[in-house]
């Protein structure tokens, strides 16, 4: 996954999934109208599932996209894994007595959202890496004063120590050292 991708077109892949399973449901209930009750239950409950704000389903990316606009990337991932263990957290407050799937989902999920939070620091670095590799021609600049607070879709001159450097210098000391 390209996690340099621009924030519109990756808003607009993960809204294709429930466009294209809102199509599929819409013929199965035309092939199949004596089952459109079980299909209409099934179309629902994974729609509803997939976008929960629970990284990586298709609803805690876009939570994650969202907030990139305002945060860095890193703090971004961090924020959107916290959000993701409060969902699971609210999933099992609400459901306690029901000990069949809702468990075990959010049980899965929830080594998932660990693993991923374990990733963090590859993640981000895959992030940069990305930057060094295709050196992407982003329209705004921003000026950071943290090596960790690079924004998706933005370049960057990073101040440090009172000096300056362009995002190519630091990513370019960063892999070539």
């Known amino acids: 996954m390209d996690y340099n991708i621009e924030a519109w077109k990756e808003w607009i892949i993960l809204w294709f999934g429930p466009f294209f399973q809102t199509i599929a449901y819409y ?3 035309n092939l199949f109208p004596e089952k459109q009750a079980m299909i209409k239950l099934y179309h629902e409950s994974i729609l509803i599932f997939n976008l929960l704000p629970i990284y990586p389903l298709d ?3 876009m939570i994650k996209i969202l907030i990139e606009r305002i945060l860095p990337f890193k703090i971004s991932f961090k924020i959107v894994i916290m959000i993701s ?3 699971i957290l609210f999933l099992l407050w609400n459901h306690p007595n029901k000990l069949g799937n809702i ?3 959010t049980i899965v999920l ?3 959202i660990f693993k991923e939070q374990q990733k963090t620091e590859r993640i981000y670095h895959k992030f940069l ?3 060094y590799l295709h050196k992407y ?3 705004k600049t921003k000026i950071i004063h943290n090596r960790n607070h690079f924004f998706r879709g933005k370049k960057h001159i990073i101040e440090q120590d ?5 995002e190519e210098e630091y990513l370019r000391k960063k892999f070539e050292n």
């Open 137 to 139: 021609n982003y329209k």
């Open 162 to 166: 009172k000096n300056y450097y362009l």
């Open 85 to 87: 263990y409060s969902m």
């Open 27 to 29: 013929l199965l209930i």
């Open 110 to 112: 929830g080594i998932i």
């Open 59 to 61: 609803g805690g990316k």
């Open 129 to 131: 890496l990305e930057r």
């Open 103 to 105: 468990w075990i989902l």
